[in-house]
């Protein structure tokens, strides 16, 4: 087996600067569990949080919000939560999908394939998404704990210092 991902690993910066995003019409820092668990686990595995915002599903505002992130040099990768179903307000993927640069097809593959073994055929619901915005990581996901959970523990932390080392290439 090849050791270059061990290699890129190593080379990667082990403190993330991160955007938590969650898209909501509903939700306030109080109520939105969802965000609230991406935050604990991101500072938890010492990434920092440099920003923490709850928008509603509007492409609009999204798109420029997520514009106004691509460009600051103090943030490496946005994580957004919610509105990545089918429901007729959910436009996380829309929105995000025409921002992308490059696409990173083989995350939303594995999120399913892994949400599928916790939930069952319900995961092709989902339409996580990732890739880059300039040269900044972006990954989405469900609003729900339990998936925000199943993203992080199992894609998003044991490679997002790797994705940003590969995106500032």
Same mark, same amino acid.
């Given at each position: 087996m090849?050791?270059? *991902?061990?290699? !890129? ?8 600067r991160?955007?938590?995003i ?7 820092f ?6 609230q ?5 991101? /500072?938890?595995?010492g ?11 509007? *492409?609009?505002? &999204?798109?420029?919000?997520l514009t106004m @992130?691509?460009?600051? !040099?103090?943030?490496?990768?946005i994580? &957004?939560?919610?509105?990545?179903? %089918? ?7 829309e /929105?995000?999908?025409?921002? @992308?640069? =490059? ?6 593959? #594995?999120?399913? &394939?892994l949400s599928?073994?916790e ?5 092709? %619901?989902?339409r996580?998404?990732?890739g @880059?915005?300039g040269?900044t990581? #972006? @990954?989405? &996901? *469900?609003g ?9 523990? =199992?894609l998003? %932390?044991?490679?997002l210092?790797h994705?940003?080392?590969e995106?500032r =290439?």
């Amino acid at each position: 087996m090849s050791q270059i *991902p061990q290699e !890129h690993r190593s080379q990667s910066p082990q403190t993330v600067r991160c955007v938590a995003i969650t898209v909501s019409d509903t939700r306030t820092f109080e109520t939105d569990t969802g965000g609230q668990t991406l935050v604990d686990r991101l /500072t938890g595995a010492g990434h920092t949080v440099v920003l923490r915002e709850i928008i509603p599903d509007e *492409p609009r505002p &999204m798109r420029e919000l997520l514009t106004m @992130l691509r460009d600051r !040099h103090d943030v490496d990768a946005i994580l &957004m939560t919610g509105g990545t179903g %089918l429901g007729s307000r959910d436009r996380t993927f829309e /929105t995000v999908e025409e921002l @992308l640069d =490059k696409t990173l097809p083989g995350y939303g593959e #594995l999120f399913r &394939m892994l949400s599928y073994q916790e939930i069952g055929s319900a995961a092709m %619901l989902s339409r996580a998404t990732a890739g @880059l915005i300039g040269r900044t990581v #972006l @990954l989405t &996901m *469900p609003g729900s704990p339990e998936a925000v959970e199943l993203a992080l523990e =199992k894609l998003i %932390l044991p490679e997002l210092g790797h994705l940003v080392h590969e995106a500032r =290439k």
